[in-house]
């Protein structure tokens, strides 16, 4: 199954600090939820850019979604 990468993505100064915190908001959705996802992070894109992300099956993305609003979405690849 195609896996998902839901990102919130945020800028400014303070951007990989509330990137960093958001990761943690959404690990506590994840277990509240009770959720089989075990892949989140966050990545630094640049100085004044950073993204939180989790990443989902298919079939699960619409209630995720719905619920966290992401503000954006992609394909997920593994491979680097």
């Known amino acids: 199954m195609r896996k998902l990468k839901l990102i919130w993505d945020f800028r400014g100064p303070d951007a990989s600090k509330i990137a960093e915190h958001h990761e943690i908001h959404l690990k506590e959705y994840i277990q509240l939820e009770k959720l089989n996802i075990t892949i ?9 850019h950073t993204l939180a992300f989790l990443v989902v099956n298919e079939d699960q993305m619409k209630p995720i979604r719905d619920a966290l609003k992401p503000h954006r979405g992609e394909v997920y690849s593994d491979e680097k």
């Open 40 to 48: 989140t992070g966050v990545e630094t894109l640049s100085e004044l």
